[in-house]
């Protein structure tokens, strides 16, 4: 947000004046002050350059339709203006309705795009928000930690009349985000670790129920096997007895028979 002028030169003032009182400050208290620099943070942050790579590439996008749409706008005027001379009253209200129409839908696609509430405000909430929550969360614990009064942001309207490099945490906000960013890292990398040992303990226990599975299987299949093995042995036994059987009818009747005639 800027400031209007009278604001700026009043804060200019109160810094000068804050400043300039520092040594009774000192002798009452010491105020630990310090200053960041945000577009500085920001553009060393990956994550931020690709939210705005692609809040940049959305936009491109809606300009290039509004670019168009309003070229069109001009083609229909240059129109009309060529053919004024030529054309009927009904016909030029009608072009001149559709040139009406074609303004007033602009108005609404910028308004759309571009508006207080439009795509581009929400697509920034959206994308960049979290990044500078990130950025002042890293900021917090830092002061937090260091025990700081004051923390100005060097590259916002708050015009600083001077700062000294040693006051600068702007790097020591980075490596806090870079601190956090491995944590998160890590903390997935073992979130993922526990999950694949889950999985594969789900493998492993998939596969030893398959082996078992197959081993009750083929184990079924040898019973089955040697149940069918053993029945044709007992048939083939069976039918052994059967032709003995009839092969000694046979015998006791051909005696018989020969007894009897002697």
Do not use: C
Request: proline share 2%; aromatic share 8%.
């Amino acid at each position: 947000m800027v400031l209007p002028k009278h604001k700026k030169f009043i804060l200019k003032v109160f810094l000068f004046l804050f400043f300039l009182s520092g040594s009774q400050l000192k002798a009452q208290k010491a105020q630990r002050i310090a200053y960041i620099d945000m577009e500085y943070i920001l553009e060393n942050v990956p994550e931020y350059l690709e939210a705005q790579n692609t809040l940049n590439s959305k936009v491109t996008k809606w300009r290039s339709s509004l670019d168009k749409l309003s070229r069109f706008i001009e083609k229909l005027k240059t129109d009309l203006i060529n053919e004024r001379a030529i054309l009927t009253n009904n016909l030029i209200l009608e072009k001149e309705d559709e040139i009406l129409l074609k303004q007033e839908e602009l108005r609404r696609l910028e308004n759309l795009y571009f508006g207080p509430n439009g795509d581009m405000f929400l697509l920034r909430k959206q994308l960049v928000k979290p990044i500078q929550d990130q950025v002042y969360n890293s900021l917090k614990d830092i002061v937090s930690k260091r025990k700081y009064d004051f923390v100005f942001d060097k590259s916002s309207d708050l015009v600083m009349l001077y700062s000294n490099n040693k006051y600068d945490i702007s790097d020591l906000v980075l490596n806090e985000i870079v601190r956090e960013r491995k944590i998160k890292l890590n903390n997935e990398k073992k979130a993922k670790k526990r999950s694949s040992k889950k999985e594969l303990t789900a493998r492993q226990q998939k596969a030893i129920k398959n082996r078992e599975a197959l081993i009750k299987k083929k184990e079924e299949e040898r019973l089955a096997k040697k149940k069918k093995i053993e029945e044709a042995r007992k048939k083939r036994i069976a039918d052994i007895e059967e032709k003995r059987r009839v092969l000694k009818e046979k015998k006791d009747a051909i005696r018989k028979r020969k007894g009897n005639k002697d």
